[in-house]
């Protein structure tokens, strides 16, 4: 069974960072992609990067470029979403996808699996 698990969120201060987590099990860590979505209340889902695990190749949105980073540990089965210069808009639920990897990823693929998610929350 494919499990998703995101952990690192919380509640910081604009302009401090966060390192979010996404733990995965029940697949192999090596043929897939994982993304990270965020959604708040009252927005649509968006999709800010992925990363192909077998090449690490990556993607970002452009609105988080220079902010996020997208890595793997695959010792670890995991990848982590490092988010520096937080602002107040990016206060939403963050969680993590996979997909079957193919030649690099997108957010707008179909993601099969998903996360719960993990709260950021950025006051001013």
């Known amino acids: 069974e494919v499990q998703l698990v995101e952990s690192g969120g919380g509640l910081v201060q604009a302009g401090g960072s966060l390192r979010l987590s996404c733990a995965a099990s029940?697949?192999?860590?090596?043929?897939?992609?994982i993304g990270w979505f965020r959604q708040a209340p009252g927005k649509e889902r968006e999709g800010v990067s992925c990363?192909?695990?077998?090449?690490?190749?990556?993607y970002y949105i452009d609105s988080v470029k220079g902010r996020f980073t997208i890595s793997s540990d695959n010792a670890k089965n995991t990848v982590y979403l490092q988010i520096d210069s937080l602002k107040p808009e990016d206060t939403a639920n963050y969680y993590c996808?996979?997909?079957?990897?193919?030649?690099?990823?997108?957010?707008?693929?179909?993601?099969?699996?998903r996360g719960q998610g993990t709260q950021v929350t950025v006051s001013p």
């Open positions: 996808a996979a997909e079957v990897a193919r030649a690099g990823c997108h957010p707008g693929d179909i993601w099969p699996y």
């Open positions: 029940g697949f192999t860590f090596d043929d897939y992609a």
């Open positions: 990363i192909s695990i077998g090449d690490g190749e990556t």
